[in-house]
């Protein structure tokens, strides 16, 4: 047979820290949308400039 658990109480303390913020995120303000616009522009301009190597190489 099973021993029987003694019942038992957790007691949760109150922090001494009065300034309780979270750290800010290794993101940051980061702007997602501008990063897109600026990552499709520079693709845009790479396969422009490959496109115009291509043809001056024939």
Excluded at 2 to 25: C, G, H, M, N, W
Excluded at 30 to 39: G, K, P, R, W
């Amino acid at each position: 047979m099973r021993a029987q658990s003694k019942p038992f109480v957790v007691e949760i303390k109150t922090s001494r820290r009065t300034d309780r913020r979270q750290s800010e995120s290794i993101w940051g303000n980061l702007d997602l949308s501008a990063v897109a616009e600026e990552v499709a522009e520079d693709a845009k301009h790479s396969v422009t400039t490959v496109t115009t190597d291509a043809k001056s190489v024939r």
